[in-house]
Each structure stands twice: as C-alpha cells, then as structure tokens.
C-alpha cells in the first residue's frame, strides 16, 4: 500500500525551489553563456567565416579567450533572479495543484498539472522579463568588447533613464509566450515520469536519486523543445537597438525567417539541450531533498 502524499504546501514549495533554482545556475550556466553568444552572433559578410561554428567551437574560444571564469560570466544577475524566480515558479505551480483540488487527498489528472504548470509561468514572468533582458545584455557586451554597462544595476539605471519601466520590461509577451505552455510541458513531464520510474506499491515521493536525475533532465529537455522558438525570438528582440522592431516579435519573425529560414528558430538548440538536461536535473534534486528536509522538520505546515 503506498502512504498518503504529503499534503500540498506552497509555501514549501517556495523555499524548496530557491534551492532547486540555485542548484540549476551552478549546473546550468555556463552553457547559458554559450547558447546566447551562439544566438546573438553578427551576420558573417561576403566570405567571412562565422565567429563561432558551433557549441564546442564557441565553449572552446570562451575557454581559452577568458578562463573559466568566462563561462560563468554575468551568473550573479541569474543567482539574485533565479533563486526567487524558481521559488515563485514552484509556489506557482504547489498553488496551481491546490487550487484544482477538492480535498486534500485527491490525485490530479496529467491535464490538471500542466495547467498548474502554465500558472506557475505566469508567475515566473513577472520576475523573469526585466532579469532576462539585463543577462542578455551583459553576456553580448562580454563577447563584443563594447563595454556600455558597468554591471546589472547600472544596466537597470540605464535602461530605466532611456525608456523608463517600458525599456526594462521590453519582451515581456514574447517571455510569456515561451514560459507558460514550456512550464505546463516542465512540470507535466515530471510528474508524468516520476508515476512511470516509482515501483509498484512504493510512492512517488520515495524515488532514488539516479530516478530524480533522469526525471527532471528530461521534463528540462521537453521544456525547452517548446520553448526554444520563443526564446530565440526573445533573444534578439530584447538586445535590438530601440525601434529596430516596432511591431514587435512579428518583425523579428518575418526577418528571422527571410534571411535565416525556419532553422533558424532553433538556434543554439545543442547548447541549450545540453544545459538543460543537467541543470533540470541538479534543479528537480535540489527541490526534492529541500523538499524531504523541510517536512522532517515541519511535518504539519
């Protein structure tokens, strides 16, 4: 007979996943790095070769241009922003559950999870929109050695006095375009594997740590097959001179699409699959063993 789950906790939830967020960016990051040097890359001329060929080319010129530490260029603006981001992300989706149920007790359906999943993505674009655009920015200031900011804070100042909250928030809707159905498929693909991995008889919440691993890698990799598109679209929309743009994402498609083609869409798409199995991993096991730790020592909140 498997034991009664735990009862759904959000404020739980929040706390276990600000330590799954921080143990994200210290798996994830360098990868990151990569994968918007890789989007952001200039156009090579008429017989000019590309700047970078590839993930390994770009990894390998990072590495030996800058160090170690160029990979984890621009990570305190992700670690001040992911850590409460992933908080209010899995509170979203604890509350997203709690809300769908009726008593306690209930098991939700797989449709019912993504739906808490899609809220929790609304939640996580509030804090992630102005975050996003700001690491976009300093990690294309690192590879093109014009240096305009002096850190995320002055980036903050600086946009804030060109364009007030608009210029800080710019993105927003193509951020929500990526984060709310790519959190359904997050979390949806989590539970899902966790119900397949869990022996017959055994509960969900006793997996091994290999099963946690494999789990939350995949739901990162089914994340980001949805949201990959968005996101490269996102990526140059938020570091475009003002007014490249002025319908919005419809522009940056139409031209995306005119001179890269629809391949283009998926660019950086190794880098990012390569990051996401990883930290997904490091994040779904960081929040479990929060998780295990927070309901040994507050069993009834």
């Known amino acids: 007979m498997s034991k009664q789950p735990q009862p759904i906790s959000p404020g739980k939830n929040f706390f276990a996943g600000g330590f799954g967020g921080v143990c994200l960016v210290f798996a994830g990051h360098p990868l990151d790095t990569i994968k918007v040097r890789l989007q ?25 241009k800058e160090g170690l530490k160029g990979l984890y260029k621009g990570m ?64 294309i200031q690192a590879a093109s ?32 375009m990526r984060d709310v159905p790519a959190s359904g498929m997050y979390f949806m693909t989590y539970e899902w594997l966790k119900n397949i991995l869990t022996p017959e008889g055994k509960s969900p ?4 740590v290999p099963s946690i691993l494999f789990a939350g890698g995949m739901a990162g990799i089914f994340n980001w097959a949805v949201a990959i598109p968005p996101d490269v679209l996102k990526s140059r929309f938020q570091t475009a001179p003002e007014g490249k743009y002025p319908n919005g994402f419809r522009d940056v498609l139409r031209e995306l ?41 507050a069993p009834n909140l």
């Open 40 to 64: 952001t890359q200039p156009k090579p001329g008429p017989g000019q070769t590309a700047l970078y060929t590839g993930t390994f080319d770009c990894f390998r010129q990072t590495l030996a």
């Open 145 to 176: 050695q014009e240096v305009k900011y002096a850190g995320p804070m002055d980036c903050v100042k600086q946009l804030y006095k060109e364009s007030g909250i608009r210029g800080i928030y710019k993105g927003t809707a193509l951020t929500l």
């Open 76 to 139: 305190a603006a992700p670690i001040i922003g992911v850590t409460p981001m992933f908080a209010v992300c899995f509170f979203g989706f604890g509350l997203g559950k709690k809300l769908q149920q009726r008593h306690p007790e209930d098991i939700l359906t797989y449709p019912q999870i993504f739906a808490a999943g899609m809220l929790s993505g609304v939640f996580t674009t509030a804090i992630m929109a102005p975050g996003e655009r700001i690491k976009c920015l300093l990690q």
């Open 205 to 208: 919440s006793d997996l091994s």
């Open 257 to 297: 699409i005119r001179e890269e083609g629809v391949a283009s869409l998926y660019k950086g798409f190794t880098a990012v699959m390569l990051r996401a199995f990883p930290a997904n991993a490091a994040c779904f096991l960081g929040f479990e063993v929060a998780m295990k730790f927070l309901n040994w020592i």
